[in-house]
């Protein structure tokens, strides 16, 4: 009978042992709110572009397009050949920024000189590369899509959601590090 309980409790550890099958997810999600809010981002650009676009011919100035995904045009150009700034110069700026219809939402002269260390300190991601391609004494002005410039959120402050701006910068001083 001693022998008959130890084999039973053998066996009963063996078939409790077989190892346990996959468990396959309780929801199926298809994507739909994922292609939905890529659709949507696709018209929010498509729209953006468009009313840059309209900007940028009812324009008495010449713009460029960058591969950052921005345009300018230059308003003061420096012709000598000069240094434009690298990751750790540090610049002294002024900017303004309105809307494309006109619209100031930060007058130059409400903003104050800016000091910055060139990609050691957060900037929104269009003014950082805009300051790269200019020259002490050059003055610019920009086109940024809200995504190159505070995108969804604004800046909490004067700058709704999804807002394009144009900005106009004037590089101040560049000093090398």
């Not at 009963?12 to 468990?23: G, M």
């Amino acid at each position: 009978m001693r022998y008959s309980l130890f084999f039973l409790i053998i066996c009963l550890s063996i078939v409790s042992c077989k190892p346990s099958e996959a468990r396959h997810p309780i929801s199926n999600n298809s994507g739909t709110f994922i292609d939905a809010s890529i659709e949507r981002n696709k018209q929010l650009n498509n729209r953006e572009y468009s009313l840059i676009k309209t900007f940028i011919e009812n324009s008495e100035k010449t713009f460029k397009s960058t591969e950052y995904g921005f345009w300018y045009a230059y308003n003061t150009k420096i012709e000598t050949n000069t240094q434009t700034p690298k990751f750790g110069d540090l610049v002294q700026y002024s900017y303004g920024l309105k809307t494309l219809e006109g619209q100031v939402i930060y007058p130059t002269k409400e903003l104050e000189i800016r000091s910055y260390y060139i990609d050691q300190q957060e900037l929104f991601s269009g003014l950082r590369e805009g300051l790269k391609l200019m020259k002490e004494g050059e003055s610019i002005t920009f086109i940024f899509p809200s995504q190159k410039a505070y995108g969804y959120y604004g800046d909490q402050k004067n700058i709704g959601s999804n807002v394009p701006l144009v900005c106009d910068v004037t590089l101040l001083k560049l000093t090398n590090n």
